[in-house]
């Protein structure tokens, strides 16, 4: 399954975010609905109040009118009312029933070319009728109760406008405008009454709303009472006298809008009222909002119909995108299912050729296992046949011999993960220096170099020697890319980690950069240079094991290693290490907590080990220092010794053994059965450590030196 991964990563197929593109497309379909309907809303609240706003000056215009004409009307009535008085003099009642003949003929000639006067009365102080314009002689009548007669005789000269009647003598609707008569001292002499037709104002109302039904006009008097209206109210309705319009009226306002619910219709208009010149009258016009909203709704269904056919269109289109979409996915993953097959077959054939180069790489191991074993086999003939006496040579170059052989199997085991590491902070600025001259010879006089370290660069967590060893592996590489010499260039500073394209956690670490001005590499090689196994170099020249080292030992580490390569120009390899912060003594070493419970006291040490020659080689260490050693083979044997109730100075234990238990299952044993007996677990594998340190026991890495374990045993 990796291998398949692999030659998907080697060719890779198109991205295609199916979830992502439909989203996409409701978002647009969701768009396309909200998006239009929010217009027509804002459209249709702006628009229904532009035509209020219109309605308002449409009643303006209409009251203005209306103003203008009822103030000529009056006028004019005003006029007639002062020549009237002029002709009569301050005759009394006899002296203008002497004169009735000629004074009927001069009023019907006043009065008679007006079509808004329906006649001219003139009545006594009694409220007998003296003389009018309709009829001679005049019929007897009196209006000597009526409201007119009284109120204008309280307040004359000013004149009283009635409420409308019908009049008798006109035989038509009218309300009369009624002005006093006073005598030189003041003695009442009647009054002067002129009838206007009330059909002259509703005709003229009519004409100028063009019998829009919807429109409404009307002349009031200043205490709200009804003289002219168009169109008219039905017979025996009788408006409500306390209204906002009323009110407006009673308070003298010159002029004015309001919005009210008719006491008779019930319908809800737009009232504008303006007072008629310096006349206690008002005129009104009025706009039903029912007309507005039906006028306003009608238009708004034609812009909707309007703004839904393109919307209609767009949702179609969406759907059918959708279902498209679904088509297309479908196929899509049944292509992928035939690359996938594809590629496996691939894979398989790659992981034919890997193999193939697996099986060089055993044999080039082989080689060099045969070569360190010769060494060691021909130093110990020479032991053999020296008798074991002089034998500083020989052992020297056994030591040599098996310094190689854990060098190599350091190489492996870190390049498959499994290498223990021994972890411990490392100052940068002190320890870069130092490894500077190991790098130089590794490079060779041609390439020179060159190590830059920022005074404050943090400390790492890392082990030391694979640190080294991947430095040295940079070194080599950057001297074979630069076979006429160069530059190789090691820059050591602190840098902090955001949203990186390294796939670690934001925070600190610490960067070494190693750069070459060598030969470079393609992009195609940069992208596999950290496989295993994967080399340019020429059938034996190289394993292609050293960037997968410092791959390993960066990520083991915390981090991870990039490579940038320009063919031609030169590779930079950047190193990412995290800020170490808390200074912990590393658990690979020496556990804390057991080095503070050791006993000085001398004892005997449990050696539980698999391999004789081991355990052999052991034990003679282990009593060098002063303990007596038991052995025992398997953890099984060991937990049943300890079961017996046998106690012992240290159980030293390898952790891989046959059996049931392996070291760490005896570990934990002995920790949660014996919590004060003293255990050292042995392992040449990393990925038993991290099981181990959760227990919270002491690790030797093998190989192991003398000194890590003479600091565990105090035997002596």
Sequence with gaps: MQHAERAVVDLPLPLRNFAATRRILLVVLAASVLFPLACLVGYGYLDYQRRIADSGDIIDRLARVSEEQAVKVLDLNQQISARILELLRDDDAAAIHARESTLHD???????????????????????????????????????????????????????????????????????????????????????????????????????????????????RQDGQLLVRYPGWPLGTEPSAHTPFTDALRDKELFGHVRMTSSVDGAERLLAFRRVGDYPLYVMSAFATDAILWQWWHHFLLIAAITVVPCVAIWLLVFFSLRQLETERLAWERWQGEVAMRLSAE????????????????????????????????????????????????????ERATAGAEALTRRLLSVARKQPLKQEPIDLTKWLPGAGPLIDAAVGDKVQITVTVVEDSWRVLADPTELEFALMNLAVNARDAMPRGGRFVIRCQNTRLVSSDTMLPDGEYVLISCSDDGEGMSEAVAHRAFEPLFTTKLQGSGTGLGLAQVLAMCEQSGGTAKIDSVLGSGTTVRLYLPHYREARAPASVVDAAVMDERSASQGVVLLVEDNEDVAAGISAVLETFGCAVRHEATADDALDVLSAGETFELVLSDVQMPGKLSGVDLAERVRDTWPAQRIVLMTGYAEELERAKHIGVAILAKPFNIDELHALVTCE
């Excluded at 009694?126 to 007669?149: E, H, Q």
């Excluded at 037709?197 to 006009?217: Q, V």
């Excluded at 055993?362 to 046949?385: E, G, I, K, P, Y």
């Design 347 to 398: 894979a398989s054939t790659r992981q034919l050729q890997r193999m193939g180069a697996l099986g060089n790489l055993v044999a080039n191991v082989a080689h060099d296992f045969n070569n360190l074993l010769m060494v060691v086999s021909a130093n110990m003939q020479m032991a053999h046949r020296k008798g074991f006496n002089n034998l500083q040579t020989e052992v020297t170059a056994v």
């Design 106 to 220: 001069r009023l019907r000639a006043i009065g008679g070319d007006f079509p808004q006067v329906a006649g001219i009365a003139v009545f006594g102080p009694d409220g007998a009728l003296l003389v009018n314009s309709r009829t001679y002689p005049a019929p007897p009548l009196s209006i000597g109760t009526r409201d007119d007669f009284v109120t204008a005789k309280a307040i004359r000269p000013e004149a009283y406008f009635s409420l409308p009647m019908y009049g008798r003598v006109s035989q038509t609707d009218v309300f009369n405008t009624t002005q006093g008569r006073s005598a030189p001292d003041g003695r009442f002499l009647g009054v002067v009454s002129i009838a206007l037709r009330g059909a002259y104002f509703s005709n003229f109302y009519r004409d100028l709303t063009g019998g829009d039904p919807s429109l409404a006009l009307g002349l009031y």
